[in-house]
């Protein structure tokens, strides 16, 4: 699902912010990625959901060469990715289920289904009376669950969340891995990135641990 | 394609809110040069058409003639005419119509007896076979020593070159106002792909590809471009109404014959779904070319 082989990457002429990344995931694999403030999880991160371009090495999504990727393929391969931002990146302008219909949209499903799906899935992460609002009057936690929600709309093949508990109390970040977790099962591949060594402890999942842009910790699917 | 939905905020950014506006000042200009080109050469070339096909004879006046030799000397230049291979008919233009022909200048009821005018005979050419203009000329010449034959050549090929020069007047300046147009369309289009920069990034890394977001800026531009296009199209349809009013309203004597008709108004209902066209294509053509700079 996906490989990383001393992934090394910088922004412009900076200095790395990983280093030698090298890890595995098989297809349904739970991983969770930790390390303090400033360690490259969002770096990493953005790797995978192909915002950024690695300096060095090799990575590899759904068993393609990302870097030998055209540009019109890359659409088709995002698709089965969701990603929940760090800081949310839910469209001011649109309602909360316009923002989680996006995803939809841009894959050209037919309105009807995308009203079914959007409204059930909204409701479900308790935000049925806030379709028509807009982010900007939603709280914290509230435009949290949003972002969630429009990442799994879609049931991607592979969900990568960025610090997706950093705004909800701990019941809620309970729920909303239960959430993660559910989709798992299904066959999701799953990466979390957070700094709440709490509620990993809560999980029996790997971690893959990241210092200084480097992996400390490598998980039980690392080893190439 | 005028009601899909749009996921960008497009219709809230300042520097499209001007577009619209812009665009019907252009539509209306375009248009307004393309109905006098198409008036104009509606006009000159209905000119042209009368005098093709026809040349005209001048008999030089000698003084102190009689009617009757008048008479004699303009009959034995029809008889030659007549004979001619190539004309179909010759008949003297009666005094009377040309004092009609010169009252614009002269005034109504000024007598033209007496002013040296030559007499003059209309000739109708057939369609084959064609005149030998030289030994026409030659031989009238025997007949009558001064007289003229006037193949309106000289005229025509004004008229022709007025024409094209009209055409070429109008289709330069159309050329420059659609250029206008486009430049128009792309800074707004890039103003629209800078301020929603991040929606673009956003919409992109959830799988958006650059023809979904082509779409709609171009879906946008189309509505701008519709309005403008239609305000336009109103504030020509008005103009038009008043100048052709007004044109009704002159001697037909001193106009020439300016008319708009039905095959006019469909060339100019052109112009505006042109300019739609164009706006579209310039969104989508600057969308896709800024998208490959963005990633």
Redesign the interface.
Known sequence: MIRFENVGMRYGAGPEVLSDISFNLEPGAFRFVTGPSGAGKSSMLKLM???EKPSRGLIQLFDRDVSGLR??E???L??QIG?VFQEF?L?D??SAF?NVA??L???GMPEDVIAKHVTELLSWVGLAGQLDARPVTLSGGQQQRVAIA?AVIARPQLLLADEPTGNVDDAIAVRLLYLFEELNKVGTTIVIATHNEGLVSHFDYPVLHLEDGILTTPSRDAGI | MFSGRLDLPLSSDPATRLLPWIISVMVFLAMLMLAGALVLTGATSSWEKGLSGRYTVQIPPIEGESTVEVDQRIDRAIKILERTPGVSAAKQVPPAEVAISLEPWLGAGTSVVDLPLPHLIDVSLADKPAVNLGQLREQLRLAEKDSVVDDHGAWRRQIKDLIFSLQALAAGIILLIAGCAVSAVVFATRSGIAVHHDVLIVLHLIGATDNYIARQFQRHALRLAFKGGVVGALLVGATLAIFFKGVAELDPMLMPDLRFTLWNWLILSVVPVAVCVIAMRTARATVLRELRRIQ
């Open positions: 959901y192909l915002a540009r019109n890359m659409p088709a995002r698709r990603v990146r469209l302008h649109l316009d996006l995803p949209r841009v894959a429009r």
